[in-house]
Each structure stands twice: as structure tokens, then as C-alpha cells.
């Protein structure tokens, strides 16, 4: 019947209304399911997970040493040109030798897509994604980093 | 007393031509729709790309068989870690790699995640469209979830660029299987939620149902796919025809409805995300041990001749195409993304209709325009 | 007792023993004048920071909290942003009509606040026929809109403009058939009349279950009336980007913004004070106690409480649902709120001859 049909059309519309209107007046009422997290002010209380690709760094130890043979593989790894090595001649001091080792590792984090295939291509482990994220600064040129620290060396024994 | 203003007179015929984009909140993105009015009612819709073409397929020719896999997650980024996935299965195709059990089984769990949080972020979406605001920050919620898992095990939240010629990059984290199984818990208790607030509501069924109807053939010629093609009827799921990594070993259906209609669209993606959700609830516990990554050469140098895989995305069928003359970087890069196919059929779908209708089917096209682009 | 009406007489008083009488009558005018536009200024800024936070708890976020304790100066803040921003208007416009636009809107909204009666014999002008010239009022406020979609040579904005053209004067119609239901009821059309009649219980709880439909009508075409989502097609920023105010910009687009609260604010007003009895104060059959810690409350606290808990509705009912599309918006006016209303005021006409309300 028509007029049947018509009633329970209405009805089950203000239904399917009223299901709606529970669901978000639930949420309304129960603050604790409140998701927002305060950034600025949780800065100190913020946990990143440690995988996280903020930007690359190269690890040094107490002696301020670090693991770079200059080697190049993260250099040719790189498919945006982010990473830049000089290279230098030290002379062996036992036996007057001359090899190659790292002068410079030039780093531009402006063009780093944070693709983690030089970290990978590294064979000595010298550099490493560290989870930093707040990289914004005023000036671009800020953003190209030198990553051994100076007077840094190699480390004994890495080849 | 009052000026005629030039809207009507520009047009002999009382069409109105409307720009839709490339800045329009109906987009997201930088779409450009040019449609002709008349009145409420659409008469022709002539979408025009370009906007945020990046020439990734030429990029891709300059870049070696392990640094292009990285681009390709700025195509499709909702689904950047299957757009990945893709990629390394044509390279590993070429070069004849077997992929590890277990990197097969992380590479599939994490692209189920993807299409979640992919389909979760178009529900959202696609209620914002529709002019609902709130399901867009409770869909976020869960999707934040999986974001944390990719963050945990690939490090990144969104392009994660994870997968390698023959395997994953890193191991899984120590804490993946167990986020995956409390998100499985949580999210089988918010779907119904998703389903109360959006699904049986009033007003969405009536923008929905009978809206933007598009029958097997046209789906079929138009070259549509994923769940723009099953809402008509049409078989086309990449994982069930073509089987790739162990998808012909799971258990799973292909979500199928023959409606044609926003609302089948709607529908087929809910039951996607269900089906996922099955996928990994299989796999999670089952995760083999072994290598993550097979061992290949430091240079990858594919042989010479042509290449083509296809994955299931979140949108649909997504293949690589690849031309190689035998050095260390490919010939010619071809990527069929679904979101050209299923943009091209949308004058079609909603001509006639009104300019809600329009933004109603758009919805439930789920367009990623850089995937349109590329 | 300290109340609105105390302080009115007492400053009607003074006034008439320090000053001749049309100059009295003058200066109260203007007092009258300059409380209404601080009860503007007031409204809207605390609807848009109760707006912006209905949303953010139904949205499972914080909301604004940066400006102010809890971010309640927040609306101010934004105030004073719209007020330094440049105020455009573009080349091909209408210059006349789209600078006068947004004033009718804000006129209609003021205009709309003289029968209200916001507490016990606090009324800026209690004339014989109120609803009438309520509804009337309200009618302008299309005027406005679609002076705004057309002048401002926007193709969005005129989608909008007729839009809304075509829904307030269709919505009208129930919305009217509504508040003639209480009419029917009560047997005036003036407002303090209505209040009164509800002395002894709010018209809702009287009037059986015609009323409450009555009601619900009264509601959904009321948001529809003052563009408000679920029907906010006017505007509808993911179809026509923001509709007939697309082109507006700094203290023209403010005033837009702010008669749509206060209209918001009106229509709920005029709701509380058919159906819910004004500033009546909440009372049950023979309970005496109960009636007279009720009565202690003030009435303005009443009205206000009323009046605030329907806006409170209206938000939560744009926060919960999707849009309509326009032919369904036309469709639910039309087929079903219409036929539905004409019913119902048949029946509560029934009711009002035969005597059955209580």
C-alpha cells in the first residue's frame, strides 16, 4: 500500500539519521577518545621510531673517528645527487703509502628524498638515517652539511 | 540600476562553461575539469591534465634498475608501497631473481596495509565530497595506525620505498606483527562504526545509489580497472588473475557487484578493506624465517628486451613496462596507471547529471591526480 | 530580584523623569539599538568558537585552544584578522549590489530580533502580530544572497545564489506550516501570547505527538532556511568552492558570516519560543517544590538554555551528515515535508477544536 510504503520510508530514513547522529553525539561526550596530539608543546615527551629517515648523518665515535673509507658507493647510489665526496691523499705514516681517504662528505639535505639506498649501499656502515625531522631553516644554504666532523680520521682497521 | 554581469552573455546557447580546478576542493589535487552547464545539469565534462606532470617515466630512464624504484612512490602515493612492489617484480622478472619466502610474505602484509590505508583516506575523502566532515578525521585515526606500523619497519610514513630487487631493504621490526594484530582488533571494531555513520545513512544513499552507472561494456572499453571495473561486474583483479608473489596461495575473495553504481563503487571498497584485513590476518602469524633479501649484484644490469608486470593497486591495475638494451639503466619506462583509464571514463559516467553527481562519482573514482600525471 | 526587566523599567523611569518624553523615548531607542548590536558582536563571537568546538569533539580533535584559557578568545582573534584584511571586490562586479549585499544580510538578521522575548517582559517590541513578521523578515534574507551571487560576476557564486533562491523560498513553506501548528494552538500570533499559553508546560509536551512532528519539521526546514549543512547548498565549498560568497573577502565576507550565525541563532529562538515555551521555566502538573526551584532559575537563563540547546542540534547536524544534492533538497521539501505538515496542522487543528491538548 502507498501510504504504508510512504510511512516506512520516513521512518527508516530518521533511522538511519538517528544512527549517525548516536555515533558522532558519542563521540562528542567522550573526550577521552581525543586524538590530537599537541606538537609543539610534546616535543620533549615525543617518542620516533627508530627507524625513521630524517636525514643522513655519518657516526662517530668517542675519538672522534668515524667509519668513511671514501669509498663513493653512497655517492653513485644516490639517485638525486645528494651526496658529494672529496677525497684526499693521507700518506701511510709506517710505510709512506699513499691512500685514499675522505677529506669532505658534502651532504644536501634540500635535495634528499630520504630513500635510504645510500645508507644501504655503505659498506662500512659509516653513515646512518637519524630520526630528526625539524630541518626547516631560513637560508637553503643552511641545509647543505659537511658530515665528518672536523679533524675526524678513519677509524682503525676499517677498509 | 544594475549592470548586466558578462556570465550569461558569453554564451549564445545558455551553456555555462565552469573550470573545476586546478585549485577546487573537489579535486584533491590539481585536476582540471572544463565542464559545460546547463543550468544544474552537466553536459559535457573535458578533463585536462598536465598540471603535475613531473615526467617520471623519462626520469626513470636516467636512473639505475635500484634508484627508479624510489620515484615511482611520487606517482600513486596512497599506494606507494605497492607502486614499489611493482617495479621490483619487473626488474626481478628480468633479471631472474627468487624473491626469499619470508620478503615475499612482508612485501604482501605491507601492501594489504597499504590498500587500507589507501581506501581508508578515499572513505574520508569521499565524505568530505559529499560534504561530510567528520568521517574524514576518524578515518585518519585508524589510518595513523598503519602509518606507525610503516614508520616502525620502513622508516618513513608515506613513500617508504621499502622494497629492493629481491627483497625488502631492512628486516621487519621487532614489533611489527604485534601492532598489526592490535590494529586488526581495533579496526574490526571501527568499521562498523564507518558502516553506522556513512554506509546506511539517508542522505548518502540517495547521492550514491543510481548515480554515475556505468555498465560492463563501457568499463571494459574504456580500459577501466580495479574497483571502478568490479563495481560493474567485471572480473579484473591482478591478484586473482594473474597471481603474483603468493597472493594465488591465500584465501581470498574478489569483492564483485554488479550495481555499476557510486554506491556498488562504495561498497566494493569496503569489502576490499575486509578482505585485507583477511590477507593479513592469514599471513601475520606465518611470516617464514630466512633471508630478507636475495642476493644480486651490486650493479643490476637487466638483459636486453622488453618487460611488463602488472600489481593490483588501490586503484587498479598498475603495470611497468620496461625496455632494456642491456646497461644498467632501462631504454624506455612505460607505467599504465589506473588512475589515466578510470579518469577518462568520468564524461561518460555523469553526463546528465548534476554538479553534485559529478563530485559524488569523482569521489568514488578515487583519482590520485600525480598518478594521472605522473 | 535582579532581572532584564527590572533594569529596564528602572532605566525607562529615569529616563522619563529626567527628559521630555519623545526624547526618552529616543534615547531608549538607542540604547536599544546599541544592545542589539552588542548582542550581535557577542553571538557571534561565542557561536564560532561553540561551532569550532562541537566540530573538533565530534572530529575526535581539541579544537582551537592557542588564544585565550581553552582557546576561547579565538573568535576574536579571527575577527580582528578579518577586520585588517583588504576587502576586494573584482573587476567585472556589480560595484553597487555587491557592497550592499552583505549589509541586507546583516539588516535582516538584526530586524529579525525585535519580537523576540529573550526574558520575563523583556521584549524590544512586542507587536500584535510577531510570527508574522518573523516570517516575513526572514524572507528578505534571499535578497541578500542572491544580490551577492549575482553581482559578483562569479559563476560559482550565481550557482549558489539561485541555489539558495530556490531552497529558502521552497523551505519557507513548511517552516511556515510549522510555526502555524502553535498558532492554531495558542490562537495569537503575537509572541508574548504564545509564551504565556505555555505556563503550564511547553507546547511540545502539550500538544501530543502533532507538535513534536510539527517540531521536527520546524527544524530541518529552519537549517535549511539559514543554509546550514546538511542543506548548506549555497555554499557547499566541495561543489561550487564556497558559493555566493566565493568573491567576498575581509569584514564583507565577516558580515556574511556573522548573519548566518545570528540567523541561526534566531531561528532557534523563534523554536524555543513556540515549542519549548520562550523563557518559560520548566514545570510539571502538581509538583509544587519542583515548580518553584524551577521558577528560582532566571528566565533569561531559560530562554537562552532553550535556545542554545537547538543551535547545539543544528551543529551537531551539520557535523554528522552529508550533503543533499539540489533536485533531493526540492524532493524532501516537496514530497515529503509539505504533504507531511499540511497533515500534521490538520490534525492540531483537530486537536485544537476538540479541545485534547492539555
Given at each position: 500500500?502507498?501510504?504504508?510504503?510512504?510511512?516506512?520510508?520516513?521512518?527508516?530514513?530518521?533511522?538511519?539519521?538517528?544512527?549517525?547522529?548516536?555515533?558522532?553525539?558519542?563521540?562528542?561526550?567522550?573526550?577521552?577518545?581525543?586524538?590530537?596530539?599537541?606538537?609543539?608543546?610534546?616535543?620533549?615527551?615525543?617518542?620516533?621510531?627508530?627507524?625513521?629517515?630524517?636525514?643522513?648523518?655519518?657516526?662517530?665515535?668517542?675519538?672522534?673517528?668515524?667509519?668513511?673509507?671514501?669509498?663513493?658507493?653512497?655517492?653513485?647510489?644516490?639517485p638525486n645527487a645528494t651526496i658529494k665526496i672529496i677525497t684526499k691523499f693521507d700518506v701511510d705514516e709506517a710505510t709512506g703509502k699513499k691512500k685514499k681517504a675522505l677529506d669532505t662528505f658534502i651532504y644536501h639535505l634540500e635535495l634528499c628524498t630520504l630513500c635510504n639506498l645510500c645508507v644501504d649501499a655503505c659498506p662500512t656502515g659509516a653513515i646512518k638515517m637519524a630520526p630528526t625531522f625539524e630541518h626547516s631553516v631560513f637560508d637553503r644554504n643552511q641545509l647543505t652539511k659537511k658530515l665528518n666532523n672536523p679533524g675526524s680520521k678513519i677509524r682503525a682497521g676499517v677498509e | 540600476?544594475?549592470?548586466?554581469?558578462?556570465?550569461?552573455?558569453?554564451?549564445?546557447?545558455?551553456?555555462?562553461?565552469?573550470?573545476?580546478?586546478?585549485?577546487?576542493?573537489?579535486?584533491?589535487?590539481?585536476?582540471?575539469?572544463?565542464?559545460?552547464?546547463?543550468?544544474?545539469?552537466?553536459?559535457?565534462?573535458?578533463?585536462?591534465?598536465?598540471?603535475?606532470?613531473?615526467?617520471?617515466?623519462?626520469?626513470?630512464?636516467?636512473?639505475?634498475y635500484r634508484q627508479f624504484i624510489y620515484v615511482t612512490s611520487r606517482m600513486d602515493y596512497l599506494s606507494a608501497h605497492i607502486n614499489n612492489h611493482a617495479c621490483a617484480l619487473c626488474v626481478e622478472k628480468g633479471l631472474q631473481i627468487e624473491v626469499p619466502p619470508r620478503a615475499q610474505v612482508v612485501r604482501v602484509i605491507l601492501d594489504e596495509l597499504t590498500r587500507i590505508a589507501s581506501h581508508e583516506l578515499w572513505w574520508g575523502a569521499m565524505a568530505m565530497d559529499l560534504g561530510a566532515f567528520t568521517p574524514f578525521f576518524h578515518a585518519f585515526r585508524e589510518r595513523e595506525m598503519i602509518n606507525e606500523i610503516m614508520e616502525e619497519t620502513c622508516g618513513a610514513r608515506l613513500t617508504m620505498?621499502?622494497?629492493?630487487?629481491?627483497?625488502?631493504?631492512?628486516?621487519?621490526?621487532?614489533?611489527?606483527?604485534?601492532?598489526?594484530?592490535?590494529?586488526?582488533?581495533?579496526?574490526?571494531?571501527?568499521?562498523?562504526?564507518?558502516?553506522?555513520?556513512?554506509?546506511?545513512?539517508?542522505?548518502?544513499?540517495n547521492r550514491m545509489k543510481n548515480i554515475g552507472t556505468l555498465t560492463a561494456e563501457q568499463v571494459?572499453?574504456?580500459?577501466?580497472?580495479?574497483?571502478?571495473?568490479?563495481?560493474?561486474?567485471?572480473?579484473?583483479?591482478?591478484?586473482?588473475?594473474?597471481?603474483?608473489?603468493?597472493?594465488?596461495?591465500?584465501?581470498?575473495?574478489?569483492?564483485?557487484?554488479?550495481?555499476?553504481?557510486?554506491?556498488?563503487?562504495?561498497l566494493i571498497r569496503m569489502r576490499e578493506m575486509e578482505q585485507s584485513i583477511k590477507i593479513i590476518e592469514q599471513l601475520v602469524d606465518?611470516?617464514?624465517?630466512?633471508?630478507?633479501?636475495?642476493?644480486?649484484?651490486?650493479?643490476?644490469?637487466?638483459?636486453?628486451?622488453?618487460?611488463?608486470?602488472?600489481?593490483?593497486?588501490?586503484?587498479?591495475?598498475?603495470?611497468?613496462?620496461?625496455?632494456?638494451?642491456?646497461?644498467?639503466?632501462?631504454y624506455r619506462i612505460k607505467f599504465r596507471s589506473p588512475g589515466f583509464s578510470n579518469l577518462s571514463i568520468l564524461n561518460d559516467m555523469v553526463k546528465g547529471g548534476k554538479i553534485g553527481d559529478l563530485i559524488a562519482a569523482m569521489g568514488t573514482l578515487d583519482l590520485v591526480i600525480p598518478d594521472i600525471d605522473r | 530580584m535582579w532581572s532584564f526587566s527590572n533594569i529596564a523599567n528602572e532605566i525607562h523611569t529615569w529616563l522619563s523623569s529626567q527628559l521630555p518624553p519623545i526624547w526618552a523615548t529616543i534615547v531608549e531607542m538607542v540604547i536599544a539599538g546599541v544592545a542589539v548590536i552588542g548582542l550581535f558582536a557577542i553571538l557571534?563571537?561565542?557561536?564560532?568558537?561553540?561551532?569550532?568546538k562541537v566540530a573538533a569533539w565530534i572530529q575526535i580533535r581539541l579544537g582551537p585552544n592557542r588564544v585565550g584559557p581553552k582557546g576561547m578568545f579565538q573568535s576574536m582573534a579571527d575577527t580582528v584578522k578579518l577586520l585588517v584584511k583588504e576587502g576586494m571586490t573584482p573587476n567585472g562586479a556589480d560595484k553597487l549590489m555587491f557592497n550592499v549585499a552583505p549589509f541586507i544580510a546583516m539588516i535582516v538578521a538584526m530586524l529579525l530580533m525585535a519580537p523576540i522575548g529573550f526574558a520575563k517582559d523583556f521584549q524590544l517590541w512586542d507587536l500584535n502580530i510577531g510570527v508574522l513578521y518573523i516570517t516575513a523578515i526572514s524572507s528578505i534574507s534571499v535578497i541578500g544572497i542572491l544580490m551577492a551571487g549575482?553581482?559578483?560576476?562569479?559563476?560559482?557564486?550565481?550557482?549558489?545564489?539561485?541555489?539558495?533562491?530556490?531552497?529558502?523560498?521552497?523551505?519557507?513553506?513548511?517552516?511556515?506550516?510549522?510555526?502555524?501548528?502553535?498558532?492554531?494552538?495558542?490562537?495569537?500570533?503575537?509572541?508574548?501570547?504564545i509564551v504565556q499559553a505555555q505556563a503550564d508546560g511547553w507546547w511540545i509536551f502539550k500538544g501530543h505527538l502533532p507538535v513534536i512532528i510539527a517540531f521536527l519539521i520546524f527544524i530541518t526546514a529552519v537549517t535549511a532556511e539559514t543554509?546550514?549543512?546538511?542543506?548548506?547548498?549555497?555554499?557547499?565549498?566541495?561543489?561550487?568552492?564556497?558559493?555566493?560568497?566565493?568573491?567576498?573577502?575581509?569584514?564583507?565576507?565577516?558580515?556574511?558570516?556573522?548573519?548566518?550565525?545570528?540567523?541561526?541563532?534566531?531561528?532557534?529562538?523563534?523554536?524555543?519560543?513556540?515549542?519549548?515555551?520562550?523563557?518559560?521555566?520548566?514545570?510539571?502538573?502538581?509538583?509544587?517544590?519542583?515548580?518553584?526551584?524551577?521558577?528560582?532559575?532566571?528566565?533569561?537563563?531559560?530562554?537562552?538554555?532553550?535556545?542554545?540547546?537547538?543551535?547545539?542540534?543544528?551543529?551537531?547536524?551539520?557535523?554528522?551528515?552529508?550533503?543533499?544534492?539540489?533536485?533531493?533538497?526540492?524532493?524532501?521539501?516537496?514530497?515529503?515535508?509539505l504533504p507531511i505538515s499540511m497533515i500534521n496542522l490538520l490534525l492540531v487543528t483537530l486537536i485544537a477544536i476538540l479541545g485534547w491538548h492539555f
Open positions: 500500500m502507498f501510504l504504508k510504503d510512504y510511512i516506512k520510508e520516513v521512518a527508516g530514513a530518521l533511522k538511519s539519521l538517528a544512527s549517525g547522529m548516536k555515533m558522532t553525539g558519542y563521540y562528542f561526550t567522550h573526550h577521552k577518545e581525543i586524538i590530537t596530539e599537541e606538537y609543539p608543546d610534546n616535543r620533549n615527551s615525543l617518542v620516533l621510531a627508530e627507524r625513521f629517515k630524517g636525514e643522513v648523518v655519518m657516526t662517530h665515535d668517542e675519538n672522534n673517528e668515524h667509519a668513511c673509507t671514501g669509498c663513493t658507493a653512497c655517492e653513485l647510489a644516490c | 540600476m544594475y549592470r548586466t554581469t558578462d556570465i550569461l552573455t558569453s554564451s549564445t546557447s545558455g551553456d555555462m562553461v565552469i573550470n573545476v580546478g586546478p585549485q577546487h576542493p573537489a579535486t584533491h589535487g590539481v585536476l582540471h575539469l572544463v565542464i559545460t552547464l546547463n543550468g544544474e545539469t552537466i553536459k559535457k565534462i573535458e578533463p585536462h591534465l598536465g598540471y603535475i606532470h613531473r615526467s617520471i617515466e623519462k626520469m626513470c630512464e636516467s636512473l639505475t620505498n621499502y622494497i629492493v630487487p629481491g627483497g625488502v631493504m631492512m628486516d621487519i621490526h621487532p614489533n611489527f606483527q604485534k601492532k598489526i594484530k592490535e590494529f586488526i582488533v581495533l579496526y574490526k571494531q571501527k568499521i562498523n562504526e564507518y558502516h553506522e555513520l556513512v554506509t546506511g545513512n539517508v542522505i548518502f544513499e571494459i572499453s574504456y580500459g577501466c580497472s580495479g574497483p571502478v571495473a568490479r563495481g560493474s561486474g567485471v572480473k579484473s583483479d591482478i591478484r586473482k588473475l594473474y597471481p603474483y608473489e603468493i597472493y594465488d596461495k591465500l584465501d581470498f575473495e574478489e569483492a564483485l557487484e554488479t550495481g555499476g553504481d557510486s554506491y556498488a563503487r562504495y606465518n611470516i617464514p624465517d630466512g633471508d630478507f633479501q636475495a642476493k644480486t649484484k651490486a650493479v643490476l644490469k637487466l638483459p636486453k628486451g622488453e618487460f611488463y608486470t602488472s600489481v593490483e593497486t588501490a586503484r587498479g591495475e598498475l603495470g611497468v613496462y620496461i625496455v632494456s638494451e642491456g646497461g644498467t639503466t632501462p | 557571534g563571537l561565542v557561536l564560532v568558537i561553540m561551532e569550532r549575482w553581482a559578483s560576476n562569479n559563476k560559482y557564486s550565481l550557482l549558489g545564489a539561485m541555489r539558495s533562491g530556490a531552497q529558502i523560498v521552497s523551505y519557507e513553506l513548511s517552516a511556515g506550516l510549522a510555526i502555524l501548528t502553535i498558532i492554531v494552538l495558542t490562537g495569537s500570533l503575537q509572541l508574548s501570547d543554509n546550514r549543512a546538511p542543506f548548506d547548498l549555497a555554499e557547499a565549498e566541495s561543489e561550487l568552492t564556497a558559493g555566493f560568497h566565493t568573491e567576498y573577502s575581509g569584514m564583507k565576507f565577516a558580515l556574511f558570516f556573522l548573519a548566518e550565525y545570528i540567523n541561526v541563532f534566531i531561528v532557534c529562538a523563534i523554536g524555543a519560543t513556540l515549542f519549548l515555551g520562550g523563557w518559560m521555566p520548566f514545570h510539571i502538573g502538581n509538583w509544587e517544590g519542583f515548580n518553584h526551584v524551577m521558577d528560582y532559575i532566571p528566565s533569561s537563563v531559560w530562554f537562552f538554555g532553550k535556545t542554545f540547546f537547538l543551535i547545539f542540534v543544528i551543529m551537531w547536524f551539520r557535523w554528522t551528515f552529508p550533503r543533499l544534492r539540489i533536485d533531493q533538497l526540492l524532493n524532501l521539501e516537496w514530497k515529503y515535508l
